[in-house]
């Protein structure tokens, strides 16, 4: 089996690099520089197999241009998370999935879970974006849906095995 490429994507903030650093190392990390993109090379155990895995840990492409050039278009599968206290970051969301979807000729079934980061903070004060809304959508473009927190680790080993189970589905021959 070939090397998997999973895209981290999402606006800046939402949590992609502590998301990413506390799958790989177990730990909530301190500080990450948002501008820089890293690239990790990793294996995960699915299946009966071991699969060589890179994940790509997106910065700066707030405006997802130059999509060709960028790291998206490398990328197999990806996870395209918001934070529950920002509604702009779930509008991101929608947006990047048309925008993946339609570089891959229109191919629907691109693999794509959708994370709601974040969701350690007070649901009193900061759920945001509505969760009715983002129901609605996930499940008129059967797109998993997973709430995490890189914060205390809630869902975190889940949402990259979720992805994993969605290119088995989508994507047999990987
Ligand atoms: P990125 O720009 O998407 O890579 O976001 P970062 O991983 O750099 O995180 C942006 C900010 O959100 C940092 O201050 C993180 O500590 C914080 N953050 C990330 N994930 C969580 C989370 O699950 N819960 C909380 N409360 N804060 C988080
Ligand atoms: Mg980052």
Redesign the pocket.
Known sequence: KRKLTLC?V?????????????YLQGQ???????TVEESYITQIEYGFDQHDVEII???GQEEFMLFRDSSLAKGDAFLA?F?INSPESWYDVQKLRRKIIQENDDDETIPIVIIA?????DPEESRQVKIDEVLEYCKRCNCPLLE?????G?NVTESFRLLLDRISELRPSK
Do not use: H, Q, W
């Open positions: 981290v999402g606006s800046g903030g939402v949590g992609k690099s502590s998301l990413t650093v506390r909530f990390p301190e500080y990450y520089d948002p840990d997106t910065a998370i934070a980061n974040k969701s350690d903070l995490t927190s890189a914060k205390t809630l």
